[in-house]
Nanobody
Framework: QVQLVESGGGLVQAGGSLRLSCVASGSIFMIKRMGWDRQVPGKQREFVASITSGNSISYAKTLEGRFTISRDDAKNTLYLQMNSLKPEDTAVYYC???????????WGQGTQVTVSS
């Protein structure tokens, strides 16, 4: 089992920045992929970004250039740097991890990001 705990969400004005963190614990050796998804109430969860154990990085096309995913293996921590935030970025952001590089098997509890206009 893998446990994921997010932090770093909050309220920010449009144009501002936030950095989300996700600490992984448990059977970390099983993880081949980590990433971020987000969800607005009443809408489907959507992919934000991911990074594999081989350092292959993917972003949602609409977010590339504003969001940056990275990780610190020594700290078992995944990050999401979000710049030039827009009100439409408001959502609950979830950390995810997978035992393969193509799907997620574990999720954190989520952290709320609210961007005011």
């Amino acid at each position: 089992q893998v446990q994921l705990v997010e932090s770093g969400g909050g309220l920010v004005q449009a144009g501002g920045s936030l950095r989300l963190s996700c600490v992984a614990s448990g059977s970390i050796f099983m993880i081949k992929r980590m990433g971020w998804d987000r969800q607005v109430p009443g809408k489907q969860r959507e992919f934000v970004a991911s990074i594999t154990s081989g350092n292959s990085i993917s972003y949602a096309k609409t977010l590339e250039g504003r969001f940056t995913i990275s990780r610190d293996d020594a700290k078992n921590t995944l990050y999401l740097q979000m710049n030039s935030l827009k009100p439409e970025d408001t959502a609950v952001y979830y950390c995810a991890a997978g035992q393969t590089t193509i799907q997620d098997d574990y999720w954190g509890q989520g952290t709320q990001v609210t961007v005011s206009s």
